[in-house]
C-alpha cells in the first residue's frame, strides 16, 4: 500500500477459517480426532506423519513480494516452483499476542480473551502488556481455553515449541505453549537446528511449532522499505530454506503469520494527549496505534464517543463496545470478557494511528511499521506449505 492508498477493511471470516484453524488442521492430518479443518490443511498434509509449523511475525501476505528481491526460497515459492503458496487473515485485532494465542489454541479472540496488545484488567486501573506479563493474572485463568498441545500429546503426537529463551516462563508463554517440551532458540541457525531435531528425533507422530520475531521488530523500528527490513526478510529465507532443504521424507512444513504491517507516516499521527478534545472524559487508554479501547470516566462514553467522531471520524471507525462486538470483529463474545475492551473502540483505517504519549512508553511514539487494524496488509497472513 502507498503512502495515500485508501485500504479496505478486511474482517476476518471466521467460517472459512483464519489463523486459528492452522494447528486444528495440522493435528487433523496427523490423525488428531475431532478438530475442525477449516482451511483444508489435512488433505494437503495427507500421509505425512511430522508436521512443522513456523510463524514468521510480522510477515504478512502483502510483504511477500518486497521480501522476494532478498529472499530466493519465497520467490520460488510465488512463481510456483517450490512449495505452495495460500493465503488467510489472522483474527482481530491484528497483534501479536492475540493471534499467538489464537495459532495456540484454536480458539477466536473473543473466546480465549487477548482482545488487544495492551489490556486494561477489569475491576482495577492495571493495564497488562501481554508481552511482560507474568503470573498475574495466573495465565491459566486470564486465559481460559488451553493449547491444543496436550490434546495432541494425549493422541499419540511428540510435540515441541522451538522459541527464545527468554520467553519461558512468561504468562503469554504459559497459554500458549503448556502441553508441549520447550525448546530454546537464539538465533536463525539454533531456531532451524531445533525444530529439525525435533521433527528427526520424535519417536512416531510429531508437531514442531517455531517462532522467529526478527522481521517484525525491523519492520517496527526501521520500516518496510529500509535496508534493515530487507536484511531480516533475507534472514528469514536462510531460516526457511534450512528448513526445507532439512525436512524427513515424511514431514512437512507449514509457514504463516501472527499479521503483515504497514507504514504510518509522521502526519497520519493522533495523539489523544495533544488534544484536549479527545482527552476528556478518557480515564485509560489501552490497545495500540491501530486499535485504541478508550476507557471513560462515568457518564462520559457518550461525550468521548461524540467528540472522537467528530474528530477523528476520518481516520478510524469509532464505535461504543456493543457496537464493536456486535461487528462479529472478535467472535462470539460474552461478558466474561466484554469488559476488556473500552467503553469506546477506535479501529484505525487507512495508514492512520493513533497514539497516546502520556501514557505509552516512549518507543512508541517511534515506530514506523504498525499494525492491529482490519485493513488488507495488517489482516492478509501468508499459508505456505512445504513437503520433501
Known amino acids: 500500500m502507498t503512502r ?50 513456523l510463524l514468521v511475525d510480522g510477515m504478512g501476505h502483502h510483504q ?15 512463481r510456483g516452483e517450490l512449495g505452495l503458496a495460500l493465503s488467510t487473515t489472522c483474527g482481530f485485532p491484528s497483534t501479536t499476542p492475540t493471534s499467538l494465542v489464537s495459532l495456540a489454541t484454536g480458539a477466536l479472540p473473543g473466546a480465549h480473551g487477548v482482545l488487544a496488545f495492551n489490556t486494561l484488567v477489569p475491576g482495577t486501573d492495571r493495564v497488562l502488556n501481554h508481552t511482560v506479563w507474568a503470573d498475574d493474572p495466573p495465565p491459566t485463568a486470564w486465559v481460559p481455553v488451553p493449547p491444543l498441545y496436550a490434546a495432541a ?62 522481521l517484525d521488530k525491523a519492520g517496527h523500528e526501521h520500516g518496510l522499505t529500509s535496508a534493515e527490513w530487507a536484511q531480516a526478510a533475507a534472514e528469514v529465507d536462510v531460516l526457511l530454506a534450512r ?3 532439512g525436512l524427513p521424507e515424511d514431514a512437512a512444513l507449514v509457514v504463516t503469520a501472527d499479521h503483515g504491517q504497514l507504514d504510518v507516516p ?3 499521527r493522533i495523539d489523544v494527549h495533544a488534544d484536549p478534545a479527545l482527552s476528556a472524559g478518557v480515564r485509560v487508554v489501552t490497545g495500540e496505534p491501530r ?6 470516566a462515568p457518564g462520559a462514553t457518550a461525550d468521548v464517543l461524540a467528540a472522537w467522531r467528530s474528530r477523528a471520524g476520518h481516520a478510524a471507525w469509532i464505535g461504543s463496545r456493543d457496537e464493536a462486538i456486535a461487528t462479529g470483529w472478535y467472535g ?28 505509552d512508553p516512549p518507543s512508541v511514539a517511534r515506530l514506523i511499521a504498525m499494525h492491529g487494524s482490519l485493513t488488507e496488509p495488517e489482516m492478509r497472513i501468508p499459508l505456505l506449505v512445504y513437503r520433501p
Do not use: Q
Open 266 to 268: 509522521a502526519d497520519h
Open 64 to 78: 511477500l513480494p518486497a521480501m522476494a528481491p532478498v529472499a530466493p526460497v519465497i520467490a520460488a515459492t510465488l
Open 243 to 245: 528448513l526445507v532443504g
Open 153 to 214: 500429546a494425549a493422541a499419540g503426537i511428540d510435540t515441541t515449541v522451538v522459541n527464545r529463551p527468554e520467553y519461558a516462563g512468561s504468562g503469554l508463554t504459559t497459554a500458549t505453549s503448556a502441553g508441549a517440551r520447550y525448546l530454546p532458540a537464539v538465533d536463525v541457525d539454533s531456531l532451524a537446528t531445533g525444530m529439525l531435531t525435533a521433527l528427526k528425533e520424535a519417536p512416531a507422530r510429531a508437531l514442531v511449532y517455531g517462532y522467529h520475531p526478527r
Open 332 to 359: 462470539p463474545l460474552g461478558e466474561r470478557h466484554a469488559a476488556r475492551l473500552g467503553d469506546v473502540v477506535v479501529v484505525c483505517r487507512d495508514d492512520w494511528a493513533v497514539l497516546a504519549t502520556a501514557t
Open 4 to 53: 495515500r492508498e485508501a485500504a479496505v477493511f478486511v474482517a476476518p471470516n471466521y467460517d472459512e477459517g483464519t489463523l486459528a484453524d492452522v494447528l486444528p488442521g495440522a493435528l487433523a492430518a496427523l490423525g488428531v480426532p475431532g478438530l475442525p479443518d477449516r482451511l483444508g490443511l489435512a488433505a494437503r498434509l495427507d500421509g505425512v506423519r511430522r508436521v512443522a509449523v
Open 291 to 296: 486499535v485504541r479501547y478508550l476507557h471513560t
